[in-house]
């Protein structure tokens, strides 16, 4: 009898995970990651000529000993075939399952190799990318994303700048700035929105369910632990709402925030910086799971059951693309998701395992979500002059004033009249911020969820794709209609 087949995307901790679950429950597994080393975001690492890493790699991360041993599993295990620079740019729905289109080989390079994959079973471990909130000044050189600069230190050991503001929301701003510190950046100071009195709703509620979390305190305490050292200021109920500079970010204003995250009158500043890294959360990868029908909840986030299976069939999902509850969530959503993929033993001692730690995860979530989520009142420090889409260059008044003049909050007419998030990123960027501001909603995709705020995460090419590569494409049957 054939065994069954497993294909993961995504090599991040979910993605290791689910590969490795899969294969130990009997399944022949293929991972596919798109870029050309496994570890995700979280391990994120500088791969050196030849392979290997560098001496110094460990103290960039943690839990660097639990990736190194699902990096060797998935390297090595016989039933496991991992392609690295495997770029999933389309899936089609069929009668039963799904079909992936793969291209494989350097990113953007010509010439890649087609891969056509029709599994039982598929994982998606997407993951996330981090969501900026705009402010005055944000498109100057200088601003970046905290998961950009995060990205070049942790893979280049390259600053993004001398003197660096960090700011934003939530407890990824401390290994962004120990990060830079790491590579030699002096880290001006971090700016948190969330006020002191919802960091007390969030993490001081029921302080005996923190216990589950407590691997975190280890990790927290090395961050604070960094940063103390180099004299950086932690600031909380405070945000960077503009920038300024000739030419490139030469300061920025940072102002208190209320509850709502609106700036309070008279509270603001001048920090002299060349560099700001900004970041107000995370935003999942979710267009290959709306492409398979899987129904996304309001929060936009791909809706699980218990065995992480989504609503379409054939399909599970796992990691942030399910909620954000950062690496640890990630790797046990991962074990359940690639056992259960695999139709692995339902009394396994493992899957059990992974589920009480998913559990222990999802408590960490709602509090991050709890002290830091994105508050309304951000949008009081836009200027109508504010850029909101930097691809197609289309500000905040404009936005508005489509919105009004087409009477309609519908984000398919709001983006045709103004252009905003038809741009190269294809709204990866603007399109939550666009959505918000112009309060629109749509059906949930593929799901039963309800309304939820309209996002434009339908992107039949999930990445662009060459021509030339479009024009190789090997023939085969022709999919269900979408
Ligand atoms: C830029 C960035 C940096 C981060 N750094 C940290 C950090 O230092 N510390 C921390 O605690 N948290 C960090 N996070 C949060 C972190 O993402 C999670 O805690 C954790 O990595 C989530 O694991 P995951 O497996 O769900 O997703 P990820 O780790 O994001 O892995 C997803 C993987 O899927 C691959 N992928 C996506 N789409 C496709 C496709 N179509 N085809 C093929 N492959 C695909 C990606 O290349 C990626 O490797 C970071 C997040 C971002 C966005």
């Known amino acids: 009898m054939s065994r069954r087949t497993v294909v993961v995307v995504g090599a991040g901790p979910a993605g290791l995970s689910a590969a490795r679950a899969a294969a130990r429950a009997g399944a022949d597994v293929t991972l596919l990651d798109a870029s050309d080393q496994v570890g995700g975001q979280f391990w994120r690492h500088r791969a050196l000529p030849g392979g290997g890493t560098a001496p110094d790699e460990p103290t960039f991360h943690h839990g660097w000993g639990t990736f190194t041993a699902l990096r060797d599993v998935v390297a090595t295990h016989p039933r496991v075939t991992l392609l690295t620079s495997a770029q999933v740019w389309a899936l089609e729905r069929l009668d039963a399952g799904v079909r992936l289109r793969v291209l494989v ?11 056509t994959l029709t599994p039982d079973a598929l994982v998606l471990a997407t993951g996330a990318h981090d969501r900026t909130l705009p402010f005055p000044g944000w498109q100057l050189p200088g601003v970046t994303t905290a998961g950009a600069a995060q990205a070049l230190a942790k893979a280049e050991r390259v600053a993004v700048g001398d003197r660096v503001v960090v700011a934003g929301a939530g407890p990824f701003l ?4 120990s990060s830079l510190l790491r590579t030699g950046a002096r880290v001006l100071s971090v700016h948190e ?7 007390a709703r969030g993490w001081g509620a029921r302080p005996a369910g923190l216990l589950g979390a407590a691997h975190k305190a280890g990790e927290l305490g090395g961050y604070v632990g960094t940063l103390a050292r180099h004299r950086v200021a932690y600031r909380l109920g405070e945000a960077v709402v503009a920038a300024r500079g000739d030419g490139r970010v030469e300061e920025v204003t940072v102002a208190r925030v209320d509850a709502r995250w609106s700036p309070v009158p008279g509270t603001e500043r001048t920090v002299a910086a060349d560099a700001v890294c900004v970041s107000h959360g995370f935003t999942p990868r ?10 996304i909840s309001p929060d936009r986030f791909v809706v699980v059951d218990d065995e992480q299976r989504t609503s379409a069939a054939g399909v599970w999902a796992a990691g942030e693309l399910t909620g954000i509850g950062g690496a640890e969530a990630a790797l046990a959503e991962g074990w359940v998701a690639g056992h259960h993929a695999a139709s692995g033993a339902p009394d396994d001692a493992g899957l059990a395992r992974a589920a009480r730690r998913r559990a222990r995860s999802a408590d960490f979530a709602r509090r991050l979500d709890a002290a830091h989520g994105i508050r ?6 836009l200027r109508d002059d504010t850029l909101v889409c930097r691809c197609e260059e289309v500000d ?20 045709l009249t103004s252009r905003a998030g038809l741009g190269p990123c294809q709204a990866r960027i603007c399109g939550r911020t666009v959505a918000e501001l112009v309060g629109a909603t749509e059906p949930a995709p593929g799901g039963d969820t309800g309304s939820a705020p309209a996002v434009p995460d339908r992107r039949p090419l999930v990445v662009p794709v060459r021509l030339g590569d479009l024009a190789t494409l090997p023939d085969v049957p022709a999919a269900d209609a979408p």
């Open 376 to 381: 309304g009142g951000w949008t009081s420090w």
């Open 105 to 115: 080989g350097p990113a953007d390079g010509a010439g890649r190799e087609h891969l």
């Open 193 to 199: 929105a969330a006020t002191p009195a919802s960091m």
């Open 286 to 295: 979710l267009e290959l799971a709306v492409a398979a029908a899987c129904a």
């Open 396 to 415: 905040a008044g404009t936005l508005r004033a489509a919105a009004c003049a087409t009477g309609s909050a519908d984000l398919r007419s709001v983006r």
């Open 174 to 177: 401390l290994p962004v700035a």
